[in-house]
Nanobody, 120 residues
């Protein structure tokens, strides 16, 4: 199993920056893809960015957010710049393609989320 713990959320004014971190721990050998999703109040959870063989970003965050990964520390980061009120929401860390030895877990794992609030 995998435990994901996020940190770094908070309250920031529009135009400001935050850096989210997510540390993965547990009985696994490797993780193929780690990423960030977010859920705004009253809306569905949506992809923000992922880091695997390739890196992907939602169109709404391209040029403002940067995902990075330290595989040695099983940690993924999300640097968020030029934050806007529409970026407000709960940000969730995700791990997929998790291997224990040569066996891949049949599901993805989620963190508990960290809240980001951007005031106008």
């Amino acid at each position: 199993q995998v435990q994901l713990v996020e940190s770094g959320g908070g309250l920031v004014q529009a135009g400001g920056s935050l850096r989210l971190s997510c540390v993965a721990s547990g009985r696994f050998t490797s993780i193929n893809v780690m990423g960030w999703f977010r859920q705004a109040p009253g809306k569905q959870r949506e992809l923000v960015a992922t880091s695997g063989v390739t890196t992907t970003y939602a169109d709404s965050v391209k040029g403002r957010f940067t995902i990075s990964r330290d595989s040695a520390k099983n940690t993924v980061y999300l640097q968020m710049n030029s934050l806007q009120p529409d970026d407000t929401g709960d940000y969730y860390c995700n791990a997929a393609g998790v291997f224990y030895g040569a066996t891949m877990y049949p599901r993805a794992f989620w963190g508990q989320g960290t809240e980001v609030t951007v005031s106008s």
